[in-house]
């Protein structure tokens, strides 16, 4: 297996609630975020924003614990299933995605 990570090295990854299924939120990785989260069993991601890697949980002490980590049959694209530890979000949502967006 070779992941295939974008032009700019980075591989979107879904963090799903292994217990649940629910949807927790998105982040990017790199080689060495996929690394160390394999290594480790904590997530870890690399900020676009900050142009760094960061282990999820440093800062808010809500760590999200790796129980396996899927890639999907184009090798581009990863889901990783977890125990959270807290909140996903940095908002203090358990997940990212607790807006709707209207329907018209």
Known sequence: MTLR???KGLIPAIIQDDDSGEVLT???MNEE?????????RVWRYSRQHKQLMQK???SGHFLNV????YDCDEDALVVRVQPLGPACHTGERSC???ELGTG
């Open 26 to 28: 998105l982040f990017w």
């Open 97 to 99: 995605f607790y807006r």
């Open 5 to 7: 990570f974008d032009d």
């Open 33 to 41: 975020a996929v690394r160390r989260t394999l290594e480790s069993k």
């Open 57 to 59: 949980g440093d800062t």
């Open 67 to 70: 129980r396996r980590v899927l």
